[in-house]
């Protein structure tokens, strides 16, 4: 099914290690963002890519990065996780050429941090 | 910057009842707003979206929201809510140049059946 899927759904790790959290989508969408959510916070939008080898800061980017070497994926990493990181992070891309710019968001990963 | 303000964090209401949840945005330029749901454990879910037209929009599962471009407002509205409805209700704009969806922080709304 087309859409955006996110990899690994659960995820516990302790302070200082690192890992990547995958995002791909098969919509050929150029845009695509990463957001976390806290409760009481919403969503607070973290790197965006308006296309491959394009990134670019949101709101609350310390502590992450992000590259887009394709136009399909766009993970996110942590290289040195702290218990602060712990959060759900939500994948989105949109279709900037759509009429209704759409935004489709994946399922989300559930990431604790110990 | 924009930003996006919904009054509300918890909303309690009993099924029948009719709701309404604010949302005020400030952007001067031209905005799309949106809101979503998120049921427990999901992902979320577009419920309506304006972008140009008539201000009044509706949604799936009997949602509406009402744009009012003097006050920057968009607030959700449905005439009689139901057990199912329980949820968090967020408020979205896009707007600038990279067309970022800026949230507010949510309205958690339960519904007593």
């Known amino acids: 099914n087309a859409g955006v899927t996110q990899t690994p759904k659960f995820q516990v790790l302790k302070t200082g290690q690192s890992m990547t959290l995958q995002c791909a989508q098969d919509?050929?969408?150029?845009?695509m963002s990463w957001y976390r959510q806290d409760p009481g916070m919403g969503l607070r939008l973290i790197h965006y890519?308006?296309?491959?080898?394009?990134?670019d800061q949101g709101e609350v980017p310390n502590g992450y990065n992000v590259s887009r070497s394709t136009t399909e994926d766009f993970p996110l990493r942590l290289l040195s996780a702290a218990p602060s990181q712990t959060s759900v992070y939500f994948c989105?891309?949109?279709?900037?050429?759509?009429?209704?710019?759409?935004?489709?968001f994946g399922s989300g990963t559930r990431l604790t941090v110990v | 910057a924009q930003s996006v303000s919904q009054h509300n964090h918890h909303v309690i209401l009993s099924e029948a009842a009719s709701l309404e949840l604010g949302c005020n945005y400030s952007?001067?330029?031209?905005?799309?707003l949106f809101w979503y749901v998120q049921y427990p454990g999901q992902h979320l879910q577009l419920l309506l979206k304006?972008?140009?037209?008539?201000?009044l929009v509706k949604g799936i599962k009997g949602f509406e929201a009402e744009f009012i471009k003097s006050k920057f407002s968009f607030n959700l509205r449905k005439p009689s809510v139901q057990w199912s409805d329980t949820a968090e209700y967020f408020c979205?704009?896009?707007?600038?140049?990279?067309?970022?969806?800026?949230f507010g922080k949510g309205t958690k709304l339960s519904v007593k059946p």
């Open positions: 989105a891309s949109r279709n900037p050429g759509a009429a209704n710019y759409g935004y489709t």
């Open positions: 919509m050929n969408h150029e845009y």
């Open positions: 890519s308006v296309g491959a080898g394009i990134t």
């Open positions: 952007y001067g330029g031209t905005v799309n």
């Open positions: 304006y972008f140009s037209g008539d201000p």
């Open positions: 979205a704009v896009r707007g600038g140049s990279q067309g970022n969806l800026i």
